[in-house]
């Protein structure tokens, strides 16, 4: 085999030296092949995308940025009509984008939003060159959120409660508070076993878990005891009370995964949507000489019907 491969080629070197016609083509297949370890640039270089923190217009396949909120506890308050309502206060800690990026640089429309703050010394020196390079702060979390192309900001715009509208629906993404290591009845629901008539020691058992020879085995993903918690969960279709400009917080109905101090990240609702007449897009510009300081909280309409005159 190597005999034949060297006779190959030196038959091939023959034709080259013989034809000028082969040897030209074969010339012009060596510079394209070194034309790629060159200095000069293969295609032209594109100017960066200038993009304006202005309004726009909101259509249906538009998709605002989300938010980074702590969670700072649940209270309860009454509604015009003397219902009860439970809250979670969520507090939008100095939101501002990050980083911007863009489909002919990094494939994709997403920005990058920073929350919170934090010193030089305690983050590691590639994120405090990643926060030198864009010009921000210092920021204690970071979320990357995927938006269209309309609804990009520039660098730098910062993201207050006024994003969201009072009324709206929203889902809320965090991680739920660690249980340790648990049973079957509280971390998977099961029934257990009987209380009494033959249950002996084994009341809160999760009873069998496999067959006998066939299969032999225990399937993979059974549902059987083992830590509980520290997982990321998304409860969608939360709806928000009240919103505060002065102090940046937010009142939303129910709960939201995560103990109190954790982040959370919040965006439009995917089921219900909310109207886009009202949003603001692709987020809310405040005024050069408004004082958010004076601001009152917005709180969101329950209509003009009791609901309980309603239900009688």
Not at 14 to 21: E, K, V
Not at 40 to 49: D, K, L, N, V
Not at 110 to 138: S, T, Y
Not at 147 to 171: C, I, K, M, S
Request: hydrophobic share 40%; aromatic share 8%; with cysteine.
């Amino acid at each position: 085999m190597a005999a034949a491969s060297r006779g190959l080629i030196s038959r091939l070197r023959h034709l080259l030296s013989a034809d000028p016609a082969l040897r030209s083509l074969s010339f012009a297949a060596n510079a394209t092949q070194l034309r790629s370890f060159t200095a000069e640039p293969e295609f032209e270089t594109t100017t960066p995308r200038i993009i304006e923190p202005k309004p726009g217009v909101m259509t249906h396949d538009s998709k605002r940025t989300g938010a980074i909120a702590v969670k700072c506890g649940m209270t309860a308050l009454w509604d015009k009509w003397g219902a009860r309502v439970p809250i979670t206060i969520l507090w939008m800690d100095d939101n501002i984008v990050s980083q911007v990026k863009l489909p002919e640089t990094e494939g994709l429309c997403a920005l990058q939003i920073g929350c919170g703050q934090k010193k030089e010394k305690h983050l590691r020196k590639p994120e405090v060159g990643h926060f030198r390079a864009q010009g921000v702060p210092m920021k204690r979390k970071l979320r990357e959120f995927p938006v269209t192309e309309d609804a990009l900001l520039p660098v730098g715009t910062t993201l207050d409660v006024r994003h969201f509208v009072p009324g709206q629906y929203v889902d809320v993404t965090g991680i739920t508070k660690g249980k340790g290591f648990q049973g079957g009845m509280k971390r998977w629901g099961f029934k257990g076993m009987p209380a009494s008539h033959g249950a002996s020691l084994s009341h809160r058992s999760i009873g069998s878990t496999g067959q006998r020879d066939a299969p032999g085995k225990v399937f993979k993903g059974k549902k059987m005891p083992g830590h509980m918690g520290v997982e990321q969960r998304t409860v969608k279709n939360v709806w928000i009370y009240k919103i505060d400009p002065a102090r940046n917080l937010l009142w939303v109905r129910g709960q939201v995964p995560g103990a109190t101090g954790n982040f959370v990240f919040i965006k439009d609702a995917v089921y219900k949507k909310p109207n886009i007449a009202l949003l603001p897009f692709p987020t809310y510009f405040a005024a050069e000489d408004e004082d958010p300081t004076q601001l009152e909280p917005i709180v969101a309409d329950y209509g003009d019907i009791d609901p309980f005159m309603a239900a009688d």
